[in-house]
């Protein structure tokens, strides 16, 4: 299984993998042999990118097994308040009157 993680610039990438690798052996789906690996992949444009492999003995429920996972990652980011960021643009529009005006109501 792999799941991909992107997490705001700013978070520590060493407790990042730390807390991707204790979760994912934390799992009871996840084999214990070979151990998960967790790496950090690199910069992206809104995120700083991580890789969680692990292996499950149990095929024929990967989906559910992958989904926990994912779920279990998600918790541990959560309760370590580190946030999983989207991408935000802004737009300029040339001649446009910056300034706000309300409408009558």
Known sequence: MEILVGVAYGS??????EILSSTALEQSSTLKD?????????FGHSSLTFSLRAWTGDFGNFLTAKSSLT?????????ASIVIPFPQRDVHLPGFDQQVTQHPE
Do not use: E, I
């Open 12 to 17: 520590d990438p060493h407790q990042m993998l």
């Open 34 to 42: 070979p151990p998960p690996v967790a790496t950090f992949l690199g």
């Open 71 to 79: 779920l279990a990652v998600h918790d541990a980011l959560k309760a």
